[in-house]
């Protein structure tokens, strides 16, 4: 007779654990106890080791972590489709910083936010990073739908939607790290925008009071060919050397984007365990560059992937994400072995992990970890034959595919209807945001006949 309690046994078609590495296994069941992984194995060793509150068959459903969106901006979800077809500096300058001067407030990051997580949570995103205007309302957002995140507070030396200046964004962000101390799914860090929006002073502040509260640092970081020229005009040296020289360059340092980076910067960068998040797809979009990630994680740097924000990428799918990376990655290296199936799904889930310093928690279905789960049909027309799982994950529309989520063991999604969001009214919300965000004539122009 099972004599272990579990409050979850799930039974998969099949399981991708990540842990141990280039495994799909068959035949193989979960047990969840609390927010945990209590064990993994075979079906009839699990059913005989555990009575479960419930068992849940999930036939022709492939059961895998749940995936890690390493950086994005959330709220910008209702900036998607106003800013296309633009280099970075006017997509900004132009489009962005003015639409966000005008409608930036609690209510636009409160509906945006919650937009964002109703994407990412039906397509299969169980943790996210995001640096963003109003935190403290994205934080709350989190809390109540039960999502796992990484919100980082916007630290920008001139006034702004949530500071006046960095001094009053360091004591924000710090009350709000002070409230989430405790949150089991909730990490605040530091996000200063850029090592050109802040002093070289406030940097190194940002470093002690990281250090000291032990949180993460998450940061853009040779985004544009036009951002490493200007710093080599200004300072006499790029971004990654400068912050070299005044010791910024550590793991808790979380890099976003890289899209260039000579060989001397890439040795900075591994020599101070710096963490390197990609964005293949918005770094397309705005014609940014392109990061070399198989060079860099062949050199042993740890890369994770992220969608960016919607308003560059037009989606936080990180299925599309990872497929777009290992596509450029083969094309960039002229090799269609680079990046992998196995590969890119790992940098969508512990690869990310890995980056925000979460791996001992999330990535891999293992024992002890948190039972942060999805699953995804593979009997739709689209994904059959399935005669390699993890391709099929990769290569066809899993995101739009995904049936169940669990984060901390909980039932985000059943059987694709999510159970802690409102979907109805959050679309309406946003509905009412295409019509105030809209050109006044309500005609919507390309912005190249602006």
């Not at 049909?377 to 391709?391: I, K, M, N, Q, Y």
Request: aromatic share 4%; hydrophobic share 45%; glycine share 8%.
């Amino acid at each position: 007779m099972p004599n272990i309690p579990a409050d979850l046994i799930l039974e998969p078609s099949w399981l991708l654990p990540m842990v141990p590495a280039r495994t799909v296994l068959t035949g193989h069941s979960v047990a969840i106890r609390g927010a945990q992984i209590a064990a993994i194995g075979p079906t009839k060793t699990i059913r005989e080791q555990f009575h479960a509150a419930a068992n849940l068959r999930l036939d022709g459903q492939l059961l895998m972590p749940g995936l890690v969106n390493a950086h994005g901006h959330a709220a910008m979800v209702l900036l998607r489709g106003l800013a296309e077809d633009l280099p970075l500096d006017t997509w900004l300058t132009t489009r962005i910083w003015p639409l966000e001067a005008r409608w930036m407030s609690p209510e636009f990051v409160a509906d945006g936010v919650a937009l964002a997580l109703i994407e990412m949570v039906k397509s299969g995103t169980t943790c996210f990073s995001d640096m963003y205007f109003y935190p403290e309302v994205t934080a709350n957002a989190v809390r109540d739908c039960g999502m796992r995140a990484q919100i980082t507070f916007p630290l920008i030396d001139f006034a702004n939607a949530w500071s006046k200046n960095a001094a009053e964004g360091f004591r924000k962000g710090l009350a709000l790290h002070d409230a989430y101390r405790d949150d089991p799914l909730i990490r605040i860090g530091f996000g200063p925008h850029s090592a050109y929006a802040l002093r070289d002073d406030e940097l190194i502040k940002t470093l002690t009071l990281a250090d000291e509260i032990d949180a993460p640092i998450h940061m853009h970081l040779h985004e544009t060919a036009n951002e490493v020229a200007a710093a080599r005009r200004d300072l006499g040296c790029s971004h990654i050397q400068h912050l070299a020289d005044i010791g910024m360059l550590v793991p808790r340092l979380q890099a976003v984007h890289l899209t260039q980076v000579d060989d001397a910067e890439l040795e900075l960068l591994i020599e101070g365990g710096v963490r390197a998040i990609h964005c293949p797809q918005s770094n397309l979009k705005l014609g940014s560059g392109i990061a070399d990630i198989a060079r860099m994680r062949r050199r042993g740097l740890v890369v994770g992937l992220g969608t960016d924000g919607a308003a560059a990428n037009n989606s936080l799918d990180l299925f599309t994400e990872a497929r777009i990376a290992a596509l450029l990655a083969k094309t960039v290296s002229g090799n269609p072995a680079t990046l992998d199936a196995f590969e890119a799904l790992e940098l969508a889930t512990l690869g990310s992990a890995r980056a925000l310093g979460l791996d001992a928690i999330i990535g891999s279905v293992e024992p002890g970890k948190a039972a942060d789960l999805i699953s995804i049909d593979l009997t739709h027309s689209g994904a059959l034959p399935v005669h390699r799982p993890e391709s099929t994950l990769l290569y066809t529309a899993s995101g739009s595919h995904v049936r169940n989520v669990w984060i901390a063991g909980r039932h985000l999604m059943s059987d694709g209807r999510p159970t802690t969001l409102n979907e109805t009214d959050i679309r309406a919300r946003a509905a009412t945001w295409s019509s105030r965000l809209s050109p006044e004539s309500g005609t919507v122009q390309s912005d190249r006949e602006r």
